[in-house]
């Protein structure tokens, strides 16, 4: 968790820095979904291993960085996006929590597909960003 609140506190100094370049966020998020991704493996690993204090330990990671994911989210300028984020995570956690519960492997490759899904939306983003100041000058 220590080293997930650094990595927030990183993002957010981002976004409060107008000197950092924007796609270091980006990055950052790139991150996150990363290692969130990498968790949620583990955690299946200790699920197939019957390790149930280590799984405990994975998915409680995951649930602090999909917590860090929603902290992450701007309201104002996201709008729809970012409420449909939330709800989004919100719905991981409920899952992952029920895999917790259960050792549901199901239930953390389905977390892990939409996380999938979620980044790579995020690896299109700074493409996008970078053709951006071209699509208004035409």
């Known amino acids: 968790m220590a080293m997930n609140n650094k990595a927030l506190n990183a993002y957010r100094n981002v976004h409060i820095s107008s000197a950092v370049p924007y796609a270091d966020g980006i990055q950052l998020i790139q991150m996150l979904f990363d290692g969130l991704v990498d968790t949620l493996a583990a955690a299946e690993g200790e699920i197939e291993r019957k390790n149930i204090a280590e799984k405990c330990r994975m998915l409680n990671r995951a649930t602090s960085i999909i917590y860090g994911l929603q902290d992450s989210l701007d309201f104002k300028k996201g709008g729809d996006l970012a409420r449909n984020l939330n709800d ?9 929590l029920h895999a917790n519960l259960h050792n549901d492997v199901t239930a953390i490759h389905e977390v892990k597909g939409l996380v999938n899904e979620i980044r790579t939306a995020w690896e299109l983003l700074p493409s996008l960003l970078k053709e951006q100041p071209i699509a208004l000058a035409s």
């Open 88 to 96: 989004l995570y919100d719905y991981m956690v409920r899952r992952i």
